[in-house]
């Protein structure tokens, strides 16, 4: 696990023949693997951690964006290999669980939206909780809200995986090639090993809670306490041995069995231990992961994205509409910065957007839309009231707002850390588009590590998600939080993968999504805005500035605004905090010549296409 990378490339036979390639490997024979396709590891070169400028990518034919080098190459090999563009997804979910585990993997969940070039469909992978948890899971023995950072940290924080389920689902309706097929470059990369990335082996440095689990403390930590160095290879054969039995056995091999008890077995084991079971695992396959996408207009364009229990697209779509409502005398970009004007207004739409997200959103299977839809809160005659409170001046905290005259007897959540999380757009050749945001919540999720019961080193990390819902299940005044913990209940998100579309034509115009925690809505949000009304193309708007207001401060990307900005903020009324806001934007655009893509400068992904 300690040796350099080598040059491999080797091929995989057809489906059901398996061949031994030759060639010599530490001393150690090919693994055999039963494949159609085709799959070379492809170089890895050392990225810097930090900024790293991308120039954008032009493509005729296709493209895949993700946020690991490694991951985008498993997409395009897929495509390359007659995949679709969920094809190339699940591929390159599979190899952002190996590389890049801190932010997603198959002990989480994810939201995909899927354009088949007539529809959108919509597939809610979120995580679920226990059957035995509910609202007083995070309380103490007092009855108070355990710190945020043990609650996540616990065996309580995790919830019944998604991922795994939702790949499947989109697949068997919209995959082209072999299920087991796809498994071919993680499986490839967790046998034969991939190179520590600088952003993983800083990660691991910084946390000092993963090195509590047995598990992650032998796979990424030496004997010295620190992590392997960035360069080493990792294998994986834990991971490896689970994901073959998934590829061969379907996802029963995950939701039952040894992987179910495993997890189990982990988090009852930890200090702080949680509730879920085996039982819960095997349930989660039941559940029915087709939604309805929420397709809302603005200006010349359809924003397709994601109804509740995200609170993404709801979020954005106001904070978009409350903008059209408002008079800006002065341009609003300015040397690829926004205005101090431009930013007090946008800052303003944030607040009153989260003001109703903290009132309103939770899983709609549990909480009643307000007047019974939640299209109510993207109604043109609500926004403009909405709009209305936007004055010259902060408005300090913004209340929320009554949409359709509902009356909610919900108390309003106070704002919680939310992190970790990745986002994958691609567009295949026949035109068909994903774009899918995938998490286990805060980086490298509840930091327990489950191997599956092989008894191999490495494994996957299980998600920390139940702490995006509500840590007390009352506010103040003794009125129920809508997203408090409930058996069975999905947390609220801010996840908002995003699919844009001419309103006259229906032509796909764009894919677009972050990580981010909270902060998500408002990377989709400025994105969106740079794209489609700032003219700017996929990387531009991407590297544009990251700037965010969560109901409190207004927060601004650290070296990027001059101090006149910031004064002027200040003068307007604005609390403004300056700190890093490391979003990790993955964006492609129809072209006339084909499609465009950006990656966040700020993480290490690529985009990739013919």
């Avoid at 591929?91 to 989480?108: D, T």
């Avoid at 500035?545 to 910031?566: D, T």
Wanted: charged residues 20%; negative net charge.
């Amino acid at each position: 696990m300690t040796q350099s990378q080598p040059n491999i490339a080797f091929k995989i036979t057809s489906i059901f023949t398996t061949v031994f390639v030759v060639f010599l490997f530490w001393g150690c024979d090919q693994p055999e693997i039963d494949s159609g396709i085709t799959y070379s590891i492809p170089e890895q070169p050392e990225l810097p951690t930090g900024y790293n400028a991308k120039p954008g990518w032009a493509t005729s034919e296709f493209a895949v964006a993700a946020a690991n080098p490694l991951a985008t190459d498993a997409g395009y090999q897929i495509i390359k290999a007659g995949g679709s563009a969920i094809d190339a997804a699940i591929a390159v979910q599979l190899v952002l669980s190996l590389v890049e585990p801190q932010s997603s993997g198959i002990g989480g969940g994810a939201f995909i939206l899927a354009w088949d070039g007539e529809e959108v469909h919509a597939y809610n992978g979120r995580e679920t909780a226990p059957s035995a948890a509910n609202g007083d899971l995070f309380l103490d023995d007092n009855g108070e809200p355990l710190p945020f950072g043990d609650a996540v940290r616990s065996g309580l924080s995790v919830g019944v995986p998604g991922t795994v389920a939702l790949l499947k689902t989109a697949h068997e309706n919209h995959g082209v090639l072999p299920w087991e097929d796809l498994f071919t470059p993680a499986i490839t990369l967790a046998e034969l090993g991939f190179n520590m990335s600088p952003r993983l082996n800083s990660l691991l440095g910084n946390d000092e809670a993963m090195k509590n689990d047995p598990i992650a403390q032998s796979y990424y930590y030496g004997e010295d306490g620190n992590p392997h160095p960035v360069g080493t290879n990792l294998q994986n054969p834990a991971y490896g041995k689970i994901l073959r039995d998934i590829a061969q056995h379907g996802i029963s091999a995950f939701y039952e069995g040894a992987v179910a008890e495993d997890i189990e077995q982990r988090v009852a084991a930890h200090t702080r231990p949680g509730t879920i079971t085996a039982a819960d695992i095997a349930g989660y396959p039941a559940l029915d992961l087709r939604t309805v996408a929420m397709c809302n207009d603005w200006r010349d364009y359809e924003i397709c994205g994601f109804p509740p229990p995200s609170s993404g697209h709801i979020a954005v779509m106001q904070i978009l509409g409350i903008l059209d409502e408002l008079e800006l005398e002065d341009d609003a970009l300015v040397d690829s910065i926004p205005s101090a004007e431009w930013l007090h207004q946008f800052m303003e739409a944030s607040k009153l957007a989260f003001a109703d997200r903290n009132q309103y959103i939770g899983d709609p299977l549990f909480v009643e839309a307000p007047a019974g839809n939640w299209h109510s809160m993207l109604n043109g005659d609500y926004l403009a009231d909405r709009a209305s409170l936007v004055s010259a001046m902060s408005m300090g905290t913004a209340e929320p707002g009554n949409p359709g005259e509902f009356y909610s007897a919900y108390g309003i959540q106070i704002q919680q850390p939310e992190s970790g999380t990745s986002h994958i757009s691609i567009v295949d050749r026949a035109g068909n588009a994903v774009s899918m945001t995938t998490t286990i919540e805060s980086g490298f999720g509840s930091r327990i590590m489950s191997d599956g019961g092989t008894g191999l080193e490495g494994g996957f990390l299980l998600n920390n998600e139940l702490t995006d819902f509500s840590l007390s299940p009352y506010d103040d005044a003794g009125n129920p939080i809508a997203n408090r913990v409930e058996p069975g209940k999905r947390p609220r998100s801010s996840m908002s993968p995003s699919l844009v579309f001419k309103k006259d034509t229906g032509e796909f115009v764009a894919a677009v999504g972050s990580p981010g925690g909270a902060a998500i809505i408002h990377y989709t949000a400025k994105a969106l805005i740079g794209m489609l009304d700032w003219g700017l193309n996929a990387q531009e708007a991407i590297d544009l500035p990251n700037f965010a207001n969560f109901n409190g401060p207004s927060v601004l990307e650290e070296g990027y605004f001059s101090p006149e900005i910031i004064e002027a903020l200040e003068a307007m009324g604005h609390q403004v905090d300056v700190r890093a806001l490391t979003s990790g934007l993955q964006a492609i655009q129809k072209t006339q010549e084909g499609y465009f893509g950006g990656a966040d400068p700020r993480r290490e992904g690529v985009v990739m296409g013919d």
